[in-house]
């Protein structure tokens, strides 16, 4: 999964996220802002627990002055994919862990924050939510 930003010069360089709206971060030079742009992507798309956010997907190749392509992190992506396909099924955490065979909702809500599910919970994710693409969240 990867997004898209626009990098503006200046004193102090600064992006934007051009598919999130209101991602923004800066850097004292090119390497911190690189850094700074991987780090609030990560926290942007880990919204607040309870949060009924579904993040638009990012788009497949933007181009232009000043566009970087910006790379979620995998467990992050996974995380957001699993969170948005739950919403737009209608169901609560609790009925997605009975869909999926867990035994505490805590396991579940592991999956939707920072997860690293075996292969085997992959499996029973994929048969819950066939939508999830590995793909998207591996960075293809």
């Given at each position: ?41 990560g926290l942007y798309l880990m ?94």
């Open positions: 999964m990867t997004y898209h930003f626009k990098i503006h010069d200046g004193k102090i360089p600064w992006a934007e996220c051009v598919e999130l709206e209101g991602c923004v971060t800066q850097g004292k030079s090119a390497g911190g802002l690189a850094r700074n742009m991987r780090e609030a992507l919204e607040p627990e309870g949060s009924k956010v579904i993040f638009p997907l990012p788009r497949p190749k933007i181009r232009g002055a000043g566009i970087v392509a910006v790379e979620v992190e995998p467990s992050v992506a996974f995380s957001v994919q699993l969170r948005q396909l739950r919403l737009r099924s209608g169901l609560t955490q609790a009925e997605a862990a009975r869909r999926l065979g867990m035994n505490s909702l805590y396991s579940y809500q592991r999956l939707e924050r920072r997860p690293n599910p075996s292969l085997s919970m992959m499996k029973n994710v994929k048969r819950v939510f066939p939508e999830l693409s590995v793909d998207l969240a591996l960075g293809g």
